[in-house]
Nanobody, 127 residues
Framework: QVQLVESGGGSVQAGGSLRLSCEAS??????????MGWFRQAPGKEREGVAA???????NYLGSVKGRFTISKENGKDVVYLQMNDLKPDDTAIYYC???????????????????WGQGTQVTVYS
């Protein structure tokens, strides 16, 4: 079982930026760059995939965040980042990190793709 810990959430005015971090530990596949992703869930809404990245660095994004959010990984480390720019009130949600140590390829934004989840970090964007 992989443990995921998110950080970097907070409150920001519309148009501002935040960077979320997620560190994975406990993976039996040390040094492997497995698939990781970010999801979010707003009050009263279903969880949706925001961004994903695989071991080749291939990425995938939710349409509404393309051009504003960037997912990246730190080489050789099980850490994934989500740089969020030009934030909008609709981006307000709890953001969750997800990982699947058993998969190297496939930057999927489907929650079914992932086997481990973090506790989430709150992002609030006010106008």
């Amino acid at each position: 079982q992989v443990q995921l810990v998110e950080s970097g959430g907070g409150s920001v005015q519309a148009g501002g930026s935040l960077r979320l971090s997620c560190e994975a530990s406990g993976s039996p596949y040390k040094y492997r760059n497995f698939c990781m992703g970010w999801f979010r869930q707003a009050p009263g809404k279903e969880r949706e995939g925001v961004a994903a990245i695989d071991s080749d660095g291939d990425t995938n994004y939710l349409g509404s965040v393309k051009g504003r959010f960037t997912i990246s990984k730190e080489n050789g480390k099980d850490v994934v980042y989500l740089q969020m720019n030009d934030l909008k009130p609709d981006d307000t949600a709890i953001y969750y990190c997800a990982a699947n140590p058993g998969r190297l390829w496939g930057a999927s934004t489907s929650s079914d793709w992932y086997t481990s989840w973090g506790q989430g970090t709150q992002v609030t964007v006010y106008s």
